[in-house]
Every structure is written in structure tokens, then in C-alpha cells.
């Protein structure tokens, strides 16, 4: 069949089904009715809490990885079809969670029958663990490229088993999507495993980034990553109480410090008004993020930027790539083995997810079945995927019909 024809007709059919679907939730009964969803009750909740306290059922559970690190699942089970979430950079689970019952996709998603598990990657708040007791060099020694290879097919294959299912649906954001990208490239057999894969943000090729400090970070990135080598800066952005107290405060609106909370969003994220995010949701949101990841992580992202591929970590030391990969360069993730079904959502104003750099992506992805642009005219930005104010009508609610569809 012609690709944009189905295309097209699947994104009709999405746009179709939110009405409906819409209806079918408000009949939908919660467990409790204990709506705690003002911001000052949700600042300082972890994500069991977050799905304690809106009366939802919680399990835990620890997957360990093929090269011993622990990553911690939470569920909000039921019967029914799972689906697995993936948050982006230096976050977690939270994300799913923070806006509440009414708009956070988590919920979104178990309010209409699905068996919701929030993935948290290694080296997040959630996921220190390892089995050995490593020294921090070696257990902060990986990037996205391990969360991909090693993480998510550990995690799709206890899903799998748990469940008894054979295929689960996935939703990645931002660098949720990346880790896809590098499991579905180089772990191929995992494609067969995913009957959708909905990508919010995707981040692949990020030759056009557009942040006010990527030239400063890459222009000398090699002795960058060797300083923070030297000085043992392993872990970035980590979880600090301290840091998200202080974002709850100057976050909070009636704070006579906002200016200082706007001007970092919109420097970090190109966020314009603030109150694109949920206004009542702004402290809690901002007392969430970061939740920490390794610098290694990080570099390899900047990476891309400076090499302008989709490639493996380029180690600077001497021969190290040779080593590593029997090659002077670092060899690129072959897209055109991602054969899943996938569904991308690419907004124009996005400074993280460039529109430039997702049709390169587009031009290699086999099986695109779903591509869907929110227009400049939105001034949609990147955190607002996940913590916009229009996140429900603009996104949540577009998966959520593509997936009750799919899972049919
Ligand atoms: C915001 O500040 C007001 C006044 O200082 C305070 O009452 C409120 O609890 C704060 N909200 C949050 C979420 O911290
Ligand atoms: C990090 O991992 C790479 C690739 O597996 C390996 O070559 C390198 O020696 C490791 N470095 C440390 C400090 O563990
Ligand atoms: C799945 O996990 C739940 C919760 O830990 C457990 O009770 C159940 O037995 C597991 N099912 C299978 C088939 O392993
Ligand atoms: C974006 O929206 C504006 C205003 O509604 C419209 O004029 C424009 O054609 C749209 N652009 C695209 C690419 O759809």
C-alpha cells in the first residue's frame, strides 16, 4: 500500500476517535475520587506516590539488565494490553505521572483498559542499582546506547513474560525515542516485539539543535569530557532536593523571583510563556526535573551535533575506538532496520527536535505510519509533550485512540 496514503487515512481515523474516546473515559470509574491534583500536594511525591495517592494500584519491579544493572519498572497493572512509557534525558517516571489523572498519559492510558509500565533508566533516581558493587568510573561508564541495547530489552522481555503477551505497544519522548532507535537498530529481533511504537519528539540526527550553549558545549567537547573525567563529574543533573526546592520556589507564581523561572525555561527549552506548561502543575513540574543521568550520556548526544550522524560513542582516547569497535570511527546505527510500526509527533517549534533533522530520519525509517506535525503556529515546545497545558487534546488523546486501535 502507498505509505502516505495510509498515513493519511490512519491520522483521519485518530482524529476521528478522539471524540469517542473522550466519551467512553468520563464513564470510566476511578478507584478513588481523592483528586489531589493542586500543585503543592504533588512537589515532593515519587512516582509510587503519584500512583498511590490517585487511588490507582502500584507494583514495583526490578528488571535486571544482561550486563548487571537494576532499572526499576513501576506498573499500574490491570488486564489488558501493556504498554510500556520511556521518558526523555536526566528524567523518569514522573513524567507520566505529575499532571495528575486528568492529563497525564499514564492514567490517560489505564483509565481506558491498558496494563501501564513506566520505565526508569539506569542511573535515573529510580535506578542506581547494580548487582556488583562497581566503582563509579566503571557503573557510570555508558550512554543511551546501553539504556537501548541493554535496558529496554531486558524490559520488554520481562513485560512480555510477565503478561504472557507476545507484543507490547511503546511511547517514547525525546530521548525515549533515541534508545528506541538504538534497540530497534541493534537489537532488530526486538522489532517484532512492538505491535506500535508511538515517538513524541523524536531524537536521532540533532545536527540542527538550537540551544544558547551548544556551541560553547561542543566546540571544545573533547576536553570537556576529559575534565570531567579527571574531576570524577560521572553523574549530571542528579536528583537534588535542594535544586528542586529551589524550583518549586521561584517556579511558583506568586514568587517575586519568577523572572528567574522563566528566563531558565526559556533558555534551556525555548518555553515562551510558561503557561504553555499547566500553571497550577509549574512547582511541581520544576521540582521533578532533573532526575540525573551520566555525563557520557550527555556528551554522546553533543556528539551528534559535532559529527552530524547517529552514531556510536566516539571514544577520544587513542585507538579506543578500534578497540571498542575494530574501526577508527564510531560505526552509525542503521535505521533502516527499525522495522516496527511507528508513529512520529514532531512539533515545528521545537528546539530539541528539530523538523530538519526528523526528515532525515523520516527519509530512513521503513515503517512510518503515522506522521504528525504540530504547526509553528502552536509555538509547541519540547517539554510540553509531557508537561504542556495542551498535552491531553494535543497529544495524549491522539495516542490514546491509535493505541485502543491498535491493540483492537
Ligand atoms: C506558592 O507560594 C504561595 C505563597 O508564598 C504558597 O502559599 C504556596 O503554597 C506556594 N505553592 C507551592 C506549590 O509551593
Ligand atoms: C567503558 O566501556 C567501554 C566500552 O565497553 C570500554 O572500552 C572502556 O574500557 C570502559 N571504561 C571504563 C572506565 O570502564
Ligand atoms: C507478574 O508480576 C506480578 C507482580 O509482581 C506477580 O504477582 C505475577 O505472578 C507475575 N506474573 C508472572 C506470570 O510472572
Ligand atoms: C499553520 O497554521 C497557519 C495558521 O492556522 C496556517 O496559515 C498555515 O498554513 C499552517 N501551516 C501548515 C504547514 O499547515
Redesign the pocket.
Given at each position: 500500500m502507498d505509505l502516505r496514503n495510509s498515513t493519511f487515512i490512519h491520522t483521519i481515523f485518530i482524529f476521528l476517535c478522539i471524540g469517542s474516546a473522550h466519551n467512553k473515559r468520563r464513564k470510566i470509574k476511578r478507584f478513588g475520587n481523592n483528586d489531589l491534583s493542586d500543585a503543592s500536594s504533588y512537589t515532593n511525591l515519587d512516582s509510587k506516590q503519584l500512583i498511590t495517592t490517585n487511588g490507582y494500584p502500584l507494583e514495583t519491579h526490578p528488571v535486571v539488565t544482561e550486563d548487571g544493572y537494576i532499572v526499576t519498572l513501576f506498573r499500574i497493572p490491570r488486564r489488558g494490553p501493556p504498554v510500556l512509557l520511556v521518558h526523555g534525558i536526566g528524567d523518569s517516571s514522573d513524567s507520566w505521572l505529575i499532571l495528575g489523572p486528568l492529563d497525564s498519559l499514564a492514567f490517560n492510558l489505564y483509565d481506558v483498559g491498558f496494563d501501564v509500565w513506566l520505565y526508569n533508566a539506569r542511573g535515573n533516581k529510580y535506578s542506581k542499582e547494580h548487582t556488583m558493587s562497581l566503582p563509579r568510573k566503571q557503573y557510570w561508564n555508558f550512554s543511551y546506547e546501553e539504556m537501548g541495547s541493554r535496558d529496554l530489552p531486558a524490559t520488554i522481555d520481562y513485560i512480555l513474560l510477565n503478561t504472557s503477551q507476545s507484543k507490547l505497544s511503546y511511547v517514547g519522548f525525546s530521548q525515549g525515542t533515541t534508545i528506541f532507535f538504538v534497540m530497534a537498530s541493534m537489537r532488530p529481533e526486538y522489532n517484532s516485539k512492538i505491535n506500535h511504537a508511538v515517538l513524541l519528539a523524536p531524537v536521532a540526527w540533532v545536527s540542527h539543535l538550537k540551544s544558547p550553549f551548544i556551541d560553547a558545549l561542543t566546540q571544545n567537547l573533547k576536553q570537556l569530557a576529559f575534565l570531567a573525567d579527571q574531576l570524577g563529574l560521572y553523574e549530571l543533573f542528579p536528583h537534588s532536593p535542594l535544586l528542586n526546592l529551589y524550583h518549586a520556589n521561584v517556579c511558583n507564581k506568586t514568587s517575586p523571583a519568577r523572572v528567574l523561572c522563566d528566563t531558565e525555561y526559556y533558555i534551556t527549552y525555548g518555553l515562551r510563556d510558561l503557561n504553555n506548561l499547566l500553571p497550577s502543575k509549574i512547582p511541581a513540574i520544576a521540582s521533578h526535573i532533573p532526575a540525573g543521568t551520566s555525563t557520557k550520556n550527555f556528551v554522546h548526544f553533543l556528539q551528534g551535533y559535532v559529527s552530524k550522524e547517529f552514531q556510536r560513542y566516539n571514544y577520544y582516547g587513542i585507538d579506543e575506538n578500534d578497540v571498542v569497535y575494530g574501526s577508527s570511527k564510531p560505526p552509525i546505527y542503521d535505521i533502516s532496520s527499525v522495522s516496527s510500526p511507528i508513529s512520529l509527533f514532531v512539533s515545528e517549534s521545537d528546539w530539541y527536535s528539530r523538523i530538519e533533522d526528523v526528515k532525515t530520519l523520516k527519509s530512513k525509517l521503513p515503517n512510518i505510519v503515522n506522521y504528525i506535525?504540530l504547526?509553528?503556529?502552536l509555538e509547541f515546545t519540547h517539554l510540553e509533550y509531557i508537561y504542556g497545558a495542551r498535552v491531553k487534546h494535543l497529544i495524549n488523546d491522539p495516542i490514546v485512540s491509535l493505541l485502543i486501535y491498535i491493540n483492537k
Open positions: 506535525v504547526n509553528k503556529t
